[in-house]
């Protein structure tokens, strides 16, 4: 439909790999690409529901693609080692699969909104150029190695030449953005390798553990976090409710930015992710902001 195949699945269909695309044929041979929230076919509309299996794999290509509400689930290998630098996570979004984003070296940042309840194995390792990463509040499972390097053999679905070429990558993370006041039991992370400098280290002795403020004890005495060597404390990680405002005139409605005057909108690792005036302000994944303008700066959670 429009370019762009469609498995039909339980409840509606999931974006697939079009038959015919290999390790030598991009995808969609698309920079940018937009998914519909649904498409027509043989007379009935289905909802957009899943980024299938291996759908962008090895598509050194594309650089942006919007996903629309609606879509609960990136599936295996989905951006496997492609050529993504931007991508949005609706705030239907429920689960990124194994390997999702493995290998994906233009993604910098990521946060992980709070819509999002698992995070499968290597989602995102092996991403040498990703800088910051942030847990989102509301996971429930993260498997192992989600984040920086990866030197496994692995499983190679599509014969495309995954193995012992690509098993030694770091990554260049720095800071690590932990955002829970209890620390949470995620798998160890101390076999993790970052870049400094040219030369390799475990992620423990060089990335920076960013935690709530008051807590930074607790994860020292985790199991699961006792490893970091640096571990900082970051007010605006810090559990609220709903919304902290130091000044007049930053709110949300409807689960839109309001304000007065042009407003700079960043994320938890302070990457700037929108700025404008209320009305040219897009609508931005649930989760915690930071917001800005002349008069107020406030820390703000969409729902």
């Known amino acids: 439909m429009d370019g762009l195949s469609y498995k039909i699945i339980e409840g509606g269909v999931e974006l697939t790999r079009p038959a015919g695309s290999s390790k030598t044929v991009p995808t969609y041979n698309l920079e940018t690409l937009v998914v519909p929230k649904t498409v027509s076919h043989g007379g009935n509309t289905y ?40 991508v949005n996570f609706p705030s239907t979004l429920k689960k990124i699969e194994y390997m999702a984003f493995w290998f994906c070296e233009n993604l910098e940042s990521i946060v992980i909104p709070d819509n999002v309840e698992e995070i499968g194995e290597s989602a995102f390792s092996a991403c040498k150029n990703m800088r910051t990463f942030t847990f989102g509040r509301g996971l429930a499972s993260v498997g192992m190695n989600v984040v920086g390097s990866y030197s496994w053999l692995v499983h190679d679905p599509y014969n495309m030449g995954m193995g012992l070429e690509k098993n030694c990558t770091s990554t260049e993370l720095t800071h690590l953005y932990c955002p829970y006041d209890t620390p949470p039991n995620f798998p160890d992370l101390a076999s993790f390798w970052t870049d400094a400098g040219g030369y390799s280290y475990y992620l423990y002795i060089e990335c920076r553990l960013m935690v709530p403020k ?76 930071i917001v800005r303008n002349q008069t107020s700066t406030a820390k703000i959670a969409i729902r």
């Open 214 to 289: 008051g807590c930074k004890e607790k994860y020292k005495k985790h199991d699961s976090w006792k490893v970091f060597e640096k571990i900082s404390e970051d007010s605006s990680l810090s559990a609220i409710d709903d919304i902290a405002v130091d000044g007049e005139g930053i709110r949300v409605e409807g689960g839109r930015i309001v304000g007065e005057g042009v407003m700079e909108v960043f994320d938890l690792g302070g990457r700037q992710v929108a700025r404008g005036v209320a009305d040219e302000l897009p609508e931005l994944p649930a989760g915690f902001y």
């Open 47 to 86: 909802p957009v529901i899943r980024i299938g299996e291996g759908t962008f794999l090895e598509d050194k290509v594309i650089r942006n693609i919007t996903i629309p509400e609606g879509v609960v689930s990136y599936g295996k290998y989905s951006f496997g080692y492609c050529g993504i630098k931007n």
